[in-house]
């Protein structure tokens, strides 16, 4: 088993965060670090009752499942763990502070989404995003996103194409900052956002899982592509919020067929 003499990186949720996830972020936080108990605790202990116990435990497994997963996710994302790097649950467990049960946990859902590879006597390996996974992906996407594009040209809202507008300003907000992890997130929120404006909650539940995938590829050449995609999205905003469902779907397509374009550009040919 590899032992990793790596220090905690901030965890968790952003990437400013200083502290652990998990009972060793905990413990440090109620002062237990030397065995000292804090008031809360004895109070949970004395007058709280059983019933509250419980679900306090049973609330923060919960959450510190919940934590590790969506920062493993994002690590790997956003290439803090770079694609073909072994993660092994005791490494991973270092370096989020916890025990390696919520690691084992979250790298069983990332190896169903296709994020890692879990190997006989190796652990678990980050994915590569190799060229037909790619293709398959953007294959995907122009069907969904055109058709999301066309329903949400018909079923609109002010507020919801209020909602695509602030994302795009803050896009372009975080463009102009150089943030392009920050640009990455809103890339995806704003594709999910079109989703949901369509008002199809079948189109929302097949996507949701393709777009943790999306997010990943875009990061990759997210400064280069950053200024050109939020152009495509004001265009598409703006077929949408005439009602004009055939130029929404043709922006939509434009749209993916420019990002797979600069996805397959931005790859190594070696």
Known sequence: MECSSRQPNPLPGSRAAGRLIGYRGAQAERGEANGERSPRVEQLDGEAGRDNVVRTIGADHIALREQVLAELRRRIIDGDYSQGERL??????????????????????????GFVHILPRRGAVVATLDETAVRDLFAVREQLETLAAGLAAERATAEGIATLRRLIDDASKATEAEDFDRVAELNSAFHRA??????????????????????????????????????????????????????ATTAARLHVEAAAKAAFGQRPTA
Request: proline letters at 2%; glycine letters at 4%.
């Open 88 to 113: 092994t649950e005791t490494r991973l467990a270092d370096d989020f502070g916890v025990s390696r049960n919520p690691v084992r946990e979250a790298l069983r859902v990332v190896e169903a989404e």
């Open 194 to 247: 079109v989703i949901e404006v369509s008002e199809n909650r079948w189109l929302h539940s097949i996507s949701s899982a393709m777009y943790y995938h999306v997010h990943w590829v875009f990061r990759v050449g997210a400064a280069q592509r950053a200024p050109h995609s939020s152009e495509e999205h004001v265009r598409l905003v703006d077929a949408i919020e005439a009602g004009d469902a055939e130029a």
